[in-house]
């Protein structure tokens, strides 16, 4: 069982980007952490800091249900691919097998948030 993030065009055959729910939850981790906090300490992931205390572009994206719940506009898309591609560049500076799933994850992620933008659709959390 798992999460698949996905185009919202209609199109079967659009790239998607898949984790397990405990792989999603790394790769959250990894990214709150390039943000410079700790995802546990935040609200709804087991911490009392809300996330107003937090200036991300990532929000949308950290601070979403794991399955369902709002699909995510293009202009977030755009707002988080941005930021993801630096954070992809500084984690590939920094090499790592332990960073290499989370590279391709953020790698596959971007494709997929490049897609929503260029046909203006959102992305879907299923």
Known sequence: ???????????NSSPD??????????????????????????SGFGGERPWSEVSTVLEPLLDHSDAGGDDL???????ILVRLEAITDQWTREGGDQLFQ???DARQLAGVLRLCIEKDVPLGFL
Do not use: K, N, Q, T
């Open 1 to 11: 069982m798992g999460l698949v993030l996905f185009p919202g065009d209609g199109d």
């Open 73 to 79: 506009s293009p202009a977030e898309c755009a707002s």
């Open 17 to 42: 980007v898949s984790w397990s729910y405990s792989g999603f939850a790394a790769f959250r981790r990894r990214l709150a952490e390039a943000e410079g906090f700790v995802l546990s300490e935040m």
């Open 102 to 104: 989370h590279i391709e």
